[in-house]
Nanobody, 121 residues
Framework: QVQVVESGGGLVQPGGSLRLSCAAS????????MGWYRQAPGKQRELVAT???????NYADSVKERFTISRDYAKNATYLQMNSLKSEDTAVYYC???????????????WGQGTPVTVSS
């Protein structure tokens, strides 16, 4: 099967930076779009940023100019560099990968367990 593991969350002061990492492993034929989502307490999970297999990126308006998503194709990994963090960025951040297990198999979504980010002074 596929494992998706995030890391890099923690406590940071407003204006600070964090870098989240996510790696997918297992019996994988191909990985397509990878992305970051977040869920704050009492709120629905929302998209933060995605990156396609061709390197095209997409960001939520609330994080544009502050967050940068990148990808290491050799490592099946994606990263989220978060700068100028605000209290409203506090949430659990989840990595999603769209994976094909075998040639001609359907593409499926896999999620990590989440890594918490707290922005507070």
């Amino acid at each position: 099967q596929v494992q998706v593991v995030e890391s890099g969350g923690g406590l940071v002061q407003p204006g600070g930076s964090l870098r989240l990492s996510c790696a997918a492993s297992g019996n994988i034929f191909g990985i397509y779009t990878m992305g970051w989502y977040r869920q704050a307490p009492g709120k629905q999970r929302e998209l933060v940023a995605t990156i396609t297999s061709g390197g095209i990126t997409n960001y939520a308006d609330s994080v544009k100019e502050r967050f940068t998503i990148s990808r290491d194709y050799a490592k099946n990994a994606t990263y989220l560099q978060m700068n100028s963090l605000k209290s409203e960025d506090t949430a659990v951040y989840y990595c999603q990968t769209r994976v094909q297990l075998r040639r001609w198999a359907p593409i499926q979504n896999y999620w990590g367990q989440g890594t918490p980010v707290t922005v507070s002074s």
